[in-house]
């Protein structure tokens, strides 16, 4: 059955309302290696959020980067399902803003909802209107095509509550509906523990030999973003190196440039993401960095 007369969607309040329990979520492997940053959102007051199952895939620890500056550690899974596709994990937080679920949504075709981003994202991740194409049980079909920054992020209704989650991109992305969701959620133990899985420890050597102590592991590492106002040619491509210093704290100190990318716009662009990294407390060291910059 098709809605008639769907309300339109009030933007600004629903900006307002919803976008800041919307953040990204950066995700570590055992090596402290970046493996991917995607959208989550809080469902609780206390930290939890979900995003997608395969965004935590090989992970063993993560940070929270909110719009407002705010960087929390992750403290782990809660659960996960890959029918679904979805994950809900507990953030170190004290209080956060977060989205309530609609359960029983009944959203008729051709009702509008809207899709929010994190305020991280800009411009390009803001409330983003569309309507209902297609409803099955567990699954929502919109009229939008998605990019791939919009996976994990919620799909909203006119109140500000969620009626689904954004798991794949392209002309059919897909989304899974609130009552999924739901039904997820209820089967996480309210005793439940966040946890991360544990890494596999090596058997003991039989002739041990001296190991150089470990480089401290990286927990915050965003990927320096291609410069609004550095114009070029689908296709084009730079590649840089950069030495970071850190001291004991875990903060980055000094930047240098090992090998310029050829252009300084950009190379003041990876410096200055750079500076934002951080690794765990331990001591100082200096790492070199590989920094490519592409268009598409």
Not at 55 to 73: C, H, L, M, P, S
Request: contains cysteine; glycine residues 8%.
């Amino acid at each position: 059955m098709k809605a008639e007369q769907s309300p339109s969607l009030d933007s600004s309040r629903l900006e307002n309302s919803v976008r800041p329990a919307v953040f990204w979520v950066t995700v570590f492997d055992s090596s402290g290696n970046l493996l991917r940053t995607e959208s989550a959102f809080f469902i609780s007051a206390d930290g939890r959020f979900i995003t997608t199952a395969h965004a935590i895939e090989g992970g063993i620890n993560a940070v929270a980067k909110t719009a407002d500056g705010g960087i929390y550690n992750v403290s782990g899974t809660l659960a996960s399902s890959t029918t679904l596709d979805l994950a809900v994990l507990q953030g170190d937080v004290k209080t956060v803003p977060f989205l309530a679920l609609n359960k029983n949504p009944n959203l008729e075709v051709g009702a509008r909802v809207g899709i929010v981003g994190s305020g991280l994202g800009g411009s390009a991740e803001a409330l983003r209107e569309t309507t209902i194409s297609t409803q099955q049980s567990d699954r929502l079909e919109i009229a939008a095509a998605l990019s791939p920054n919009s996976i994990g992020s919620p799909i909203v209704d006119v109140n500000g509550e969620v009626v689904g989650v954004v798991t794949s991109a392209g002309e059919k992305a897909t989304v899974v509906a609130s009552n999924a969701v739901d039904s997820f959620l209820s089967q996480i133990a309210s005793d439940a523990k966040a946890r991360w899985p544990k890494v596999a420890e090596k058997s003991p050597s039989p002739t041990p030999t001296p190991r150089p102590t470990p480089k401290p592991r990286l927990v915050y590492a965003p990927a320096p973003a291609f410069p609004h106002d550095v114009y070029s040619r689908p296709g084009a491509s730079w590649s840089g190196r950069f030495s970071l210093t850190f001291d004991s704290g875990g903060n980055v100190t000094r930047v240098q440039v090992v090998q310029s990318t050829g252009d300084a716009r950009l190379d003041q662009a990876a410096i200055g993401t750079l500076r934002q990294w951080k690794c765990a407390p331990g001591r100082e060291w200096t790492a070199t960095v590989p920094v490519t910059f592409e268009t598409r």
